[in-house]
């Protein structure tokens, strides 16, 4: 009687190489280019960034900055309270919008949240990852799109289609903030509503080498925008001028 042969054991699964906490070191300021950083004090730590201070705008940031990563379940309640906020503040200047884009929508959680307010309006979400083509999946955006808003193929495809446009801190995570704002105003149609939900909007767009930034405000007025908000909010909403580019 032959003895029983032993079960087959599955090879081990491959392991994942851990996602890296920083993203790439740079040389300049995000928001108005300059390489005159001045790294502010603090104590030395190789395991951390360091945060560095532009000359020319004052603009602080991290370098290298943090990579996304998995948010503490407090941090994801006080963002559901912060999408639902900027709603609400779209709703009293835009109460009937037929289409919107969320830009950097990554899951789509804004326009979930945004549908409760909105609930016959026409979400669509845009993101560099294909995180966007799950949350398509699971119906809380109608249309996705994988890239970015600076992309000529999506640039041409979405030209002048939506109502409102919404960019919940998407420029802090851009390379060149000024040609993504552009961009989103080329979306728009004219007449239309533009969101942006940023950390500092006085900071934005500074002009090198005078002392006080330009500030985001400053540059949508430049665009040929109306800013329907204060000066003193971090969420920025814009109607687009009938003649703006």
């Known amino acids: 009687m032959t003895a029983p042969s032993a079960p087959s054991v599955p090879p081990p699964a491959p392991r994942v190489p851990p996602v890296p906490r920083y993203g790439p070191h740079r040389a300049d300021c995000p928001w108005c280019g300059s390489r005159r950083l001045r790294a502010r004090p603090r104590r030395e730590d190789p395991r951390r960034s360091v945060l560095e201070r532009c000359l020319d705008c004052r603009h ?4 290298p900055p943090f990579t996304p990563g998995p948010e503490h379940p407090l941090v994801r309640a ?3 309270l912060r999408h639902g906020l900027a709603a609400r503040a779209v709703l009293r200047r835009r109460p ?11 899951d789509a959680d804004f326009p979930r949240a945004a549908r409760a307010y909105f609930p016959y309006t026409s979400f669509d979400g845009l993101d560099p990852t294909h995180r966007v083509l799950r949350a398509r999946a699971v119906e809380r955006v109608e249309e996705a799109f994988v890239g970015r808003l600076t992309d000529p193929h ?10 409102v446009v919404s960019l919940f801190q998407q420029l ?14 080329h979306v728009l149609r004219p007449g239309g509503h533009l969101l942006v939900d940023v950390a500092d909007p006085r900071r ?15 540059e949508l007025v430049a665009q040929g925008c109306t800013v329907l908000t204060g000066v003193r909010t971090h969420r920025v909403i814009a109607r687009k001028g009938a003649s703006a580019p």
């Open 60 to 63: 602080v940031f991290r370098n």
């Open 96 to 106: 009937d919008p037929e289409s919107w884009l969320d830009v950097g929508t990554g």
């Open 204 to 218: 934005l767009f500074a002009l090198p080498g005078t002392s006080h930034p330009a500030g985001l405000r400053a």
């Open 154 to 163: 999506i640039a041409a495809r979405l030209r002048a289609r939506y109502d």
């Open 172 to 185: 802090e995570r851009v390379p060149d903030p000024r040609a993504e704002l552009r961009a989103a105003l």
């Open 78 to 80: 006080g963002v559901r």
